[in-house]
């Protein structure tokens, strides 16, 4: 006779409990003989009870939304990228990848429950998913995302009522020989753009008053030349304070820009409200994808791009003016190795409109 283990026969003897074998034909009460096997069929009595009451698991997920909403659901599913999938919050990451590569392995998604055959996305994230392309946040999380992203990019902190009445910025980089500067309006287009050879670093020592005399005098006859505007930007440099080696150019560029920052507002502040803002050059770089690692990497390419675009588009990206785009683009192909600063000043600019405004909306604010 073949013999189990049973729950039946834990019995307590003597103030201790032993185990003893029970037969699997036991002839105890059926409820004590079944209790492990009935625990273990809780789930499928629920999803025999579920597709009982006319609700079909296969379908769940498509029966929470209309005809209408499926369509539009399935429409972002099936075009957008994966950099456009990783705009909603659920599909960062692997996920807007895995949706891409079930596209391509398997054809269009043709029913919302499909979704559920992604890898990492089950059915409380396809839910959630669909919910979000639908309605992809509310107003109140979306306007303190904006502020989150203003707070981090742009220093020091300013009102959004105020930032969306910006009608121009004069947009300034500084490099070891020049500054350059790029003033746009919100359109945005290139209404000045142009550097200035300033400075150059050496190996000397300088006594610290020669130095400091020297800079605020070049920086100032360089502000003379600067066009009004709304707001001032100054490149952040992302230089680490850790990397001892660059610690005089580090030093030069916190000196340099603390004198930007109190000549500027010198000049041109107005009711006693600064007017010069900074932005972190690698948040520039990330913005227009320039990074690779930590490493920001020339926008000689993108504002080529931007040049061309501004001629062959009828609503480019950024608007140059028709006399200036030939001579601003000899300007780029002879001295592509002494522009740096210049390619900067016009992205960093750019990048500013896009965070305020949005790429695209400048006119609708």
């Known amino acids: ?70 369509a539009s659901i399935l429409h972002v599913l099936n075009t957008a ?54 309605c992809p946040e509310n107003r109140r999380r979306k306007k303190s995302q904006e502020k989150w992203l203003l707070r981090k990019f742009i220093k020091p902190g300013v009102e959004k009522e105020r930032l969306k009445a910006v ?32 400075w150059k670093l050496t190996n000397k020592t300088y006594p610290t008053s020669f130095y400091l005399e020297e800079r605020c005098y070049l920086i100032s006859s360089v502000i003379s030349k600067m066009p009004k505007a709304d707001l001032y930007i100054l490149e952040k440099s992302g230089l680490s ?6 610690l005089p150019i580090l030093l030069h560029f916190l000196i340099i820009e603390a004198m930007l920052y109190a000549l500027l507002n010198k000049t041109f502040a107005e009711d006693g409200g600064h007017r010069v803002l900074s932005i972190n050059r690698n948040a520039v770089g990330k913005h227009f994808d320039l990074m690779i690692g930590d490493t920001r990497t020339s926008g000689r390419e993108l504002v080529k791009q931007l040049l061309s675009e501004s001629v062959l ?19 780029i192909m002879r001295s592509s190795h002494r522009v740096e600063e210049l390619y900067d000043s016009l992205l960093q600019a750019v990048a500013f409109y896009e965070l305020v405004f949005g790429r695209g909306s400048e006119l609708k604010c």
């Open 167 to 198: 009608n121009s910025v004069v947009s300034i980089v500084f490099g070891t020989r020049r500054i350059a500067w790029a003033h746009l309006d919100r359109k945005p287009t290139v209404l000045d753009w142009q550097q200035a050879e300033c």
């Open 1 to 70: 006779m073949a013999w189990r283990t049973n729950l039946a026969c834990l019995i307590k003897v003597g103030g201790r409990r032993r185990w003893f074998p029970v037969p699997e034909y036991s002839s105890l009460p059926p409820v004590q003989n079944n209790i492990s096997s009935r625990r273990k069929s809780t789930a499928p009595e629920k999803l025999v009870a579920s597709a009982a009451n006319g609700k079909d698991p296969g379908n769940a997920l498509d029966r929470l939304f209309s005809l209408e909403q499926q």
């Open 313 to 331: 588009k009828e609503r480019p990206r950024v608007f140059f003016p028709r006399d200036l785009v030939v001579q601003y683009r000899q300007k």
């Open 81 to 134: 990228s994966g950099k456009e999938l990783e705009a909603f919050r659920l599909l960062r990451g692997r996920k807007s990848v895995n949706i891409v590569e079930h596209r391509k392995k398997f054809g269009p998604f043709q029913s919302l429950e499909s979704l559920i055959g992604v890898p990492l996305i089950q059915y409380k994230t396809a839910v959630e998913v669909c919910n979000s392309i639908l």
């Open 241 to 246: 304070i850790q990397n001892t080696s660059l």
